[in-house]
């Protein structure tokens, strides 16, 4: 069974930095791309950034510049280290798996965790 292990939230002042870390346990055949989304209260999930497995990363408008996505060789790990946070990143932060094969010939499947909390305050 293929879950998505996240780790690496808590709270930071604003101007801090937190690296989240999301792990693939179990065996998969293949992933098309990996990334983070989050959600705060009231709000609707958003893309903050996402990183495929040829390596090309994609993210949005308002962490560019601030936020990494970086993955490991062996694919099934991704980072996202998270510098010159703002309280409005405050938020839910959930690891997605997109495009899963478990095996060679099984359907695509989209995978999440469970989210890390993520909280931005003097």
């Known amino acids: 069974q293929v879950q998505l292990v996240e780790s690496g939230g808590g709270l930071v002042q604003p101007g801090g930095s937190l690296k989240l870390s999301c792990v693939v346990s179990g065996r998969f055949f293949s992933i098309k791309t990996m990334g983070w989304y989050r959600q705060a209260p009231g709000k609707q999930r958003e893309l903050v950034a996402a990183?495929?497995?040829?390596?090309?990363?994609n993210y949005a408008d308002s962490v560019k510049g601030r936020f990494t996505i970086s993955r490991d060789g062996a694919w099934g790990t991704v980072y996202m280290q998270m510098n010159s946070l703002k309280p409005e990143d405050t938020a839910l932060y959930y690891c997605?798996?997109?495009?899963?094969?478990?095996?060679?010939?099984?359907?695509?499947?989209?995978?999440w965790g469970q989210g890390t909390q993520v909280t931005v305050s003097s």
């Open positions: 990183i495929t497995f040829g390596g090309i990363t």
């Open positions: 997605n798996a997109d495009g899963l094969r478990q095996l060679r010939y099984t359907p695509e499947l989209t995978y």
